[in-house]
């Protein structure tokens, strides 16, 4: 829609501005409460916030524990994302430019994981692994996290091949250059945007994933549990401090992703 | 040049056809197989067995089905994850058609902009959307210690947290993007000629909006429903954050399998169901988007 | 059909492309049907017809992007059914150019010398003077999107040609363009023929261009080949109705050829000829720029009354909409001076008549336009 949709329905426009406005507070308001919580001079996170200070992220600093959760929290995403784009990518391909017989069936079957809720998908895998006799581990959580959010990848860089004029692939494979060739000089280079910003959204979701993690992770914890397990004890502004940074990180990438995916 | 009998030859299959797509979409499909879809086929069969003194017994039966719709305890869990998820879906699609619509009003870099405050809660942790609600609804929180600062009460609001309208509120407020985005993609496939040519006949703008818009504008709402739906039902990170004992749902009663309880097999039946709960709703949703087509 | 042409003295000439009763399929649907088509080295052969004809099936046929259902595709004397696009010395320029939207002029033109892993130098010097020769010499860092339809077509044409290919390929090469610049890429690809000596097998919808451009046209209707020809055998020979109708426009006459050979007609006056077998029903195809107005000269075989119902201008001529007694329609296409003359206006009837060697008989069962 342009601006002759703007300027035709001024009076649709009007009420919609109003709610619009309310959602937006309603989206960010509660953003905005974290943000300013993570800098309360006082332990107890009451109305109104009566001192500032900066020593919550200070302790952070100090937090061993939490570190460590987020060492493994970038671990487990920057496996996630190469073996999402790497699976995610020639099958989206696939799908998209070879009229197979039950091509229809098998994007279902990647799609699954997507409606199906975590705690599910989680809970599958945690029973094979069982069965097969594997231990838990960050690796299980890797695993977990690839089924879950390869459809991502499939659906984004799908969506992309679908709005890409195949007559240059033909164009390609008409002055000599072979179909792996192709899909390297060409598909792939113009499924840049899609891919960037695929993976920046796979990893921010593995970096925050709460319920596959849950089922799947042994011994060791990843940022999200070991908010969780803090949270155990109450909401303190420790927990409002890393939720600001993740959100500050959350901002970044997508700011990239939208960036790449302009072209 | 000579050509003869070059027609009577068959043309071979082209293996170099099926060489490429098992090329590409092997590795995948094997993984899907797998981690897809042999994990749902082991769960289903788990279903059928049973447990007696914490041990799993490999014995085909309906048993733990049976338990499910006899107890109205696990009933009133089910109706209670039924009952959220639809409010919960309701909330979202309105709030969030209303939010893509008034976003879609927009033209150039004020658009952009909205859209991507629209797009950023997308980004940032689930767990994070829903625990911020502790911090406003709790005894202590934004709304209780504003209330009394203010000296409009003297004892904090109880009803605020620890029940359904406390998941239902954390809910919401996360699945309204889910909802946003794919509507908003849909209203901007829209050509504006074809509102024009609505305004042009002398349809009014609400009228426009209820025969035009909105149902162009399905194919986004659909998915966007369907989405919400199914992943509520099954969420376990609100009702345990914010639950309390009468917001208990569904997935917290199939950890409780899992982990204290020990009923594998109960459990992955209680799995299967909400399984065949997203089926069903996926299943409906595809209807309607064939009628709409 | 190919026997035709194999009779024709020219036929000595070497067959760059030939296509051996080939068949092609998508579902239920024939695209093409028991197709036979030779295209001679250096010739420029346009493929024309109707969308859905199967023109650019046989394109894509010889390009490699499809393979036959039944049938034999040769190029240069080699078997190529089944051989991918890659392993022929064929290119193409496609309908809306696929230009690389990824990569600069001079890297869509280099693409295939970059395939081919040739030195970069040797590489970068025949894509300067591939570029110097199509004009864009000073567009060489520029992406496609940044330039026009012609500039584009012009890249196409240079991508396609810098790996020396023994035919070319164009498929629709002129429909994105403009009236005006379409007339002028018309002899510029004509021109470049004649320059680079290549084979050249066009695709178009478009008879003006194809008549413009081409040393023969192959008029497809409904996946086979209805004619071919020279564009003059074409538009003054043509084969069947379909051909006389699709290209130049026709108006159709239906008669009856009689025993003692005079050939009857409602409503019109027939001069005796010998033609088709007597006693059958024909039909008499003349053009609308063919019919004259007044009192007929010698040799006229058509005589007929026709009511005026609509008068178009046409700028240089003016077209005549008439009727028949018995409804018929016909259009004429006059001179100005010569319709003012006769004092035309709607409803009023007038007389028209049309030369011997301006109308051609067809049969009235066989040259049918075959419904599909």
Redesign the interface.
């Known amino acids: 829609m342009n601006d002759e949709l703007a300027r035709w329905s001024r009076g649709l426009r009007r009420s919609s501005q109003l709610l619009g406005v309310a959602i937006f507070f309603f989206l960010y308001a509660p953003i905005a409460l974290l943000v300013a919580y993570s800098f309360s001079g006082s332990r107890s996170l009451t109305f109104p916030i009566r001192s500032f200070t900066f020593s919550w992220y200070v302790s952070l600093a100090d937090n061993a524990e939490l570190l460590h959760s987020i060492l493994n929290s970038l671990s487990v995403a920057a496996a996630v994302v190469p073996l999402t784009l790497i699976l995610g990518v020639p099958a989206a391909y696939a799908l998209s430019r070879f009229a197979f017989i039950g091509s229809g069936t098998v994007n279902h079957i990647f799609t699954l994981p997507l409606m199906i809720p975590g705690i599910i998908t989680g809970l599958s895998i945690l029973l094979l692994l069982k069965s097969l006799g594997i231990g838990l581990s960050l690796w299980a959580v890797v695993l977990g996290h690839t089924v879950a959010w390869l459809p991502v990848v499939v659906g984004q860089v799908a969506a992309r091949l679908r709005r890409m004029d195949r007559y240059v692939e033909e164009a390609s494979l008409d002055l000599g250059a072979g179909y792996a060739e192709t899909f390297l000089r060409v598909v792939l280079p113009n499924l840049k945007g899609a891919i960037i910003g695929s993976a920046l959204l796979v990893f921010t979701l593995s970096f925050d994933e709460v319920a596959i993690t849950f089922l799947l992770t042994g011994t060791e914890n990843t940022l999200p549990m070991q908010i969780w397990a803090m949270l155990r004890r109450g909401v303190t502004p420790e927990i409002c401090a890393v939720a600001t940074l993740t959100v500050v990180m959350s901002g970044i990438l997508i700011a990239v992703g939208v960036r790449a995916d302009k072209d | 040049m000579i050509l003869t009998e070059l027609s009577s030859r068959k043309p071979a299959i082209d293996w170099s056809w099926h060489l490429r797509l098992v090329a590409f979409l092997g590795p995948a499909a094997l993984y899907a197989l797998v981690f897809i879809l042999v994990p749902y086929a082991n769960l289903l069969i788990y279903s059928f067995w049973k447990t007696d003194n914490y041990t799993i017994v490999r014995d085909f039966n309906l048993g733990n089905f049976a338990r499910v719709f006899e107890s109205p305890v696990y009933l009133s869990v089910i109706a209670n994850s039924l009952l959220v998820a639809s409010i919960v879906t309701i909330c979202a699609v309105v709030l969030g058609y209303a939010l893509a619509l008034y976003v879609a009003f927009f033209t150039g870099m004020r658009r952009k902009f909205l859209y991507f405050l629209m797009v950023i809660p997308l980004w940032t942790s689930f767990l994070l959307r829903a625990f911020i609600w502790r911090l406003i609804l709790g005894r202590e929180g934004v709304i209780n210690s504003g209330l009394a600062w203010f000296g409009f009460t003297d004892e904090p609001l109880s009803v605020l947290l620890f029940n359904r309208f406390s998941v239902c509120v954390a809910l919401t407020y996360v699945f309204i993007p889910f909802v946003a985005i794919p509507v908003y993609a849909a209203l901007e496939k829209i050509p504006p000629a074809t509102l024009e040519a609505s305004m042009d006949l002398g349809a009014s703008p609400f009228y426009t909006l209820r025969r035009i818009i909105l149902p162009l504008s399905l194919p986004g709402i659909i998915p966007g429903a369907i989405f919400t739906f199914c992943l509520s039902f099954g969420d376990f990170v609100a009702p345990s954050l914010l639950g309390g004992p009468s917001g208990i749902m569904i997935s917290s009663v199939i950890i409780n399998q899992f982990g204290s309880a020990f009923d594998w097999p109960f459990g992955s039946a209680l799995a299967i169901f909400v399984i065949v709960v997203v089926g069903i709703a996926v299943a409906l949703a595809r209807l309607l988007e064939r009628r709409y087509e | 059909m190919l026997s035709k042409v194999r009779d024709k003295p020219e036929c000595t000439d070497?067959?760059q492309v030939?296509l051996?009763?080939?068949s092609k399929h998508y579902g239920n649907a024939a695209a093409l049907t028991d197709l036979s088509l030779d295209v001679r080295r250096g010739e420029f052969l346009t493929l024309l017809g109707p969308s859905g004809c199967g023109k650019t099936t046989t394109l894509r046929l010889i390009?490699?992007?499809e393979?036959?259902?039944?049938?034999?595709v040769?190029i240069g004397?080699r078997?190529v059914?089944?051989v991918?696009?890659?392993q022929r010395n064929?290119?193409?320029v496609?309908?809306?150019y696929?230009?690389?939207?990824?990569l600069t002029v001079f890297e869509n033109v280099a693409?295939?010398l970059r395939?081919?892993r040739l030195p970069g130098a040797q590489a970068s010097e025949r894509v300067t003077s591939m570029l110097d020769r199509m004009g864009l010499a000073d567009k060489a860092g520029r992406y496609p999107r940044e330039l026009s339809g012609g500039q584009m077509q012009r890249v196409a044409l240079g991508?396609?040609l810098i790996?020396e290919p023994t035919v070319l390929l164009l498929d629709e090469p002129l429909s994105a363009l403009d009236a005006k610049l379409r007339r002028t890429m018309q002899l510029e690809l004509r021109r470049m023929h004649a320059e680079l000596g290549l084979t050249f097998v066009c695709v178009t919808h478009d008879q003006e261009e194809a008549l413009a451009m081409s040393d023969r046209i192959a008029v497809l209707d409904a996946g086979r080949i209805a004619q071919i020809g020279t564009p003059q055998e074409i538009f003054d020979r043509p084969a069947n109705r379909f051909v006389a109708d699709f290209i130049g426009g026709c108006n159709f006459i239906p008669a009856i050829s009689r025993s003692d050979g005079t050939i009857i007609m409602p409503e019109c006056k027939v001069s005796p000829q010998t033609g088709p077998e007597a006693g059958r029903g024909i039909v008499l195809a003349v053009r609308p720029h063919s019919l004259r107005l007044g009192t007929p000269e010698e040799g006229a075989i058509i005589e007929l009354a026709a009511r005026v119902s609509d008068i178009v201008y046409l700028g240089t001529a003016v077209r005549l909409v008439l009727s028949l007694a018995d409804g018929l329609g016909l259009t004429a296409e006059l001179g100005k001076d010569a319709v003012e003359k006769s004092g035309a206006k709607p409803g009023v009837v007038l007389r028209l008549w049309a030369r011997a060697q301006d109308v051609i008989v067809f049969d009235a069962a066989r040259s049918g336009h075959d419904p599909h």
């Open positions: 070497e067959v030939r051996d009763r080939v390009g490699g992007f393979v036959p259902d039944r049938g034999a040769a004397g078997d059914t089944g991918p696009p890659f064929v290119n193409t496609f309908q809306n696929a230009l690389f939207p990824h693409y295939a395939v081919k991508r396609a790996n």
